[in-house]
């Protein structure tokens, strides 16, 4: 207890020894000190110090000491440094350690210059070295509890660069260093054509066993600017901004770390018009009319990372980024794992990312691959995906990836191009790796577009929903959908498929297995699904002869190599469609296929009973119908035959009617029939009801070797020939 009071009456008196030599010996005669201020000055700070005059202000026990008229020469007696007005304000604390408790400077004057060599200066004082040498003042000054700078003016020249020097105007600048750490804050306005009022903050720790306090090399912190309105290709002159910005103002806020003197990562808050930027000397210049959000980089262990947050931007060419965020992390490889990589990303879009893929640094295996994504005129937003891989990513050796994309869009290519499928308005739920995957896909209002399969090549859809799996195993692909739902105005129904690539005669066009069913389909569009390779003729004649109609319980076959479709025989493969057929009107020998002035043939109304389509062969079965014109005939049985689809095709109708006999003249005498019988029925007169046979056969290519062949059962009719 003894000591510790002895202590404190000796801490005591060396305090009441300081303030009385303050006091009486120092502050009235504080002008003649100003030699000896010069030179301490010069000595602690390493450069020339020249004051103008000293006042000494007692506010209490401690006093502040004003200094005037303050100039820091350089080694070449440039003034580096005006000062019109220093206070320095002391306290116990300052007095003890040989400081100060805060240095204000208004109105100063500071060079900062960067030399050839690399070496920054900062009003003469040179920032710490690798060595440490030279750094005396800059050490004193981030050493001071608090340092302010009032309505000051900057100069930044840059021997490096060789530009124009840069004049910083009413600069307010705020260091605060305790416990090895410096706070600092710069506001200040630049050239009024460079934008308005900036801001720059920093905060800073260094290390616990670092030497020197302007050591900037060892320290850790973050530095924050904020540019509230800035033209970015101003500062382009002056700072690397790591890529080639032609021109680009709004506003701008960033974050950047900072540890051990080094930058290892970097956050940016852009608000931003008429960005031109060039990411790479080998691109063309990517073309903005604007951009809002956060773009982020920093080092990880082992690679760097790179993110977006809520990312907006629009092209020249009217391309929109709907605001989606992005976290890639690349890893190099190491003795323990090989080079990786990893993606989380929402909101995609797909027609910008074709757009700007060749204006990205990309390796050129990617920009490939893009540049082939790009040929498909995508389409769609990918609203999540996460994904990694192991190798590089345009070409790893193990990967997998999982999210879900919607409103996805791929142009289709002419099948003489070498045809390609495409679709519009695809919903997609994916999980994916090398070896394979499954998708849930669904389409409302859109389309699939098949060059190369059907005529009209584009389908529309009115909705389409199943889920997809598939596997890879080198070449060999398997691909399964086993409820796969449909409609359209057309029809509705829903498809099992299975597909693999062939062993034989090569892989493609694969081995089939499809079968499905409809609830409901339009018998006037059945020309509308029949393959390409069923002949043309027999399309455009099925096109005019079902003239309506409509089908049910639908079910279709396809199975087997399509190298063999249409399967000539049973060992190559099944094509098999039956359906119910009914109210169908059915003209079997359409007027595009008759000659000109020929009379029509009767058409079939009321048409129904079993199609059948097997492999080469079209059939009505068992059908039973009306003619249209005659309404008392009536045929109870109808057979009608179109054969060899794929080249040759022929038609035959077998019927059987009864009615009228009256009627059937009328028919008879209104049909190409009158002329094969020399017109002698077309003034005859017929009462009674009779039976009806009648087989009609003709080339789809050559109607006018038509046979026809038939016969009447009277049974008490009378018949009149002529009316003599």
Do not use: C
């Not at 002895?6 to 801490?11: E, G, H, I, Q, T």
């Amino acid at each position: 207890m003894r000591a510790a009071f002895w202590l404190a009456v000796s801490a005591g008196l060396a305090l009441l020894i300081v303030w009385g030599a303050l006091h009486f010996l120092i502050v009235p005669r504080i002008a003649e000190f100003r030699p000896t201020l010069e030179h301490q000055a010069s000595r602690m700070l390493g450069v020339t110090v020249r004051i103008g005059d000293i006042v000494a202000q007692s506010n209490g026990l401690i006093p502040s000491l004003e200094l005037t008229d303050v100039r820091l020469l350089d080694t070449q007696g440039r003034a580096v440094l005006k000062l019109p007005s220093v206070v320095a304000a002391l306290s116990a604390r300052s007095v003890l350690g040989l400081g100060l408790e805060q240095l204000t400077l208004d109105h100063p004057e500071l060079d900062v210059r960067r030399a050839a060599d690399g070496r920054i200066w900062v009003a003469g004082f040179p920032l710490s070295n690798a060595d440490g040498a030279d750094s005396a003042g800059a050490d004193w000054i981030f050493s001071q509890p608090e340092l302010v700078i009032r309505q000051g003016r900057v100069t930044w020249t840059d021997e490096m660069r060789k530009v124009p020097t840069l004049a910083l105007s009413e600069v307010n600048w705020v260091l605060r260093n305790e416990n090895r750490s410096h706070a600092m804050r710069i506001d200040a306005t630049p050239p009024q054509h460079w934008g308005e009022r900036l801001s720059l903050m920093g905060v800073f720790k260094q290390p616990l066993l670092s030497r020197r306090a302007s050591d900037w090399r060892v320290w850790q912190g973050q530095v924050y600017a904020m540019f509230t309105q800035i033209d970015l290709a101003q500062l382009r002159q002056y700072a690397n901004l790591g890529v080639d910005l032609q021109q680009g103002a709004g506003s701008v806020r960033a974050w950047v770390d900072v540890s051990r003197g080094a930058v290892v990562g970097a956050t940016a808050d852009l608000a931003l018009d008429g960005v031109r930027v060039t990411l790479s000397p080998k691109l063309d210049a990517l073309s903005l009319s604007g951009i809002t959000g956060r773009l982020g980089a920093k080092t990880v262990d082992g690679g760097m990372e790179f993110s977006t947050q809520a990312l907006q931007f629009k092209t020249n060419d009217g391309l929109q980024w709907p605001g989606g965020n992005v976290r890639l992390a690349l890893f190099a490889a190491d003795k323990n794992k090989p080079q990786r990589g990893e993606l989380v990303a929402d909101r995609l879009d797909l027609a910008s990312i074709a757009q700007i893929a060749d204006r990205l640094p990309l390796s050129e295996t990617l920009r490939t691959q893009l540049a082939q994504l790009a040929q498909l005129a995508p389409k769609g937003l990918v609203e999540q995906v996460a994904g990694n891989w192991l190798g590089s990513i345009s070409a790893p050796t193990l990967f997998s990836a999982k999210g879900r994309a919607v409103g996805l869009e791929i142009a289709a290519r002419a099948a003489n191009a070498g045809a390609r499928p495409g679709f519009q308005g695809l919903d997609l739920d994916f999980d994916l790796n090398q070896a394979g995957g499954r998708a849930s896909i669904s389409i409302q209002s859109g389309a699939l577009d098949l060059p190369g399969i059907f005529e009209e090549a584009v389908l529309p859809l009115d909705s389409l929903d199943g889920d997809v799996q598939w596997k890879l195993d080198g070449d060999q692909i398997n691909l399964n959908i086993p409820n796969l739902r449909f409609s359209n105005a057309d029809a509705q129904g829903d498809v099992q498929l299975k597909w693999q690539t062939a062993s034989k005669p090569g892989l493609y066009p694969g081995v089939l297995d499809l079968q499905g069913q409809l609830s409901r389909a339009d018998g006037a569009r059945v020309y509308r699904y029949l393959p390409l390779g069923i002949d043309q003729q027999v399309r455009d004649y099925l096109r005019q002869a079902i003239l309506t109609g409509k089908a049910s319980a639908v079910k279709f076959k396809v199975k087997g190599n399509l190298h063999d479709f249409p399967f000539a025989t049973a060992k190559q493969g099944d094509f098999r469609i039956t359906a119910d057929v009914a109210n169908t009107t059915f003209a079997y020998a359409p007027a595009f296929l008759l000659v000109k002035d020929s009379l029509p043939w009767p058409v079939l109304a009321d048409l129904s009973g079993e199609l059948v389509i097997d492999r080469s062969v079209l059939q009505v079965k068992g059908g039973s119908a009306g003619i249209a014109g005659a309404p008392g005939l009536r045929i109870g049985k109808v057979d009608a035959v179109v054969d060899n689809l794929y080249g040759g095709a022929t038609v035959s109708v077998a019927a059987e009617a009864q009615g009228p006999l009256g009627d059937l003249l009328g028919v008879v005498n209104g049909s190409p029939l009158s002329p094969l019988v020399g017109k002698a029925l077309d003034r005859a007169a017929a009462s009674g009801v009779s039976d009806y046979k009648f087989k009609l056969a003709f080339p789809i290519a050559a109607v006018e070797r038509a046979t026809v062949r038939g016969s009447v059962a009277l049974a008490g009719n009378d018949l009149q020939i002529t009316p003599d």
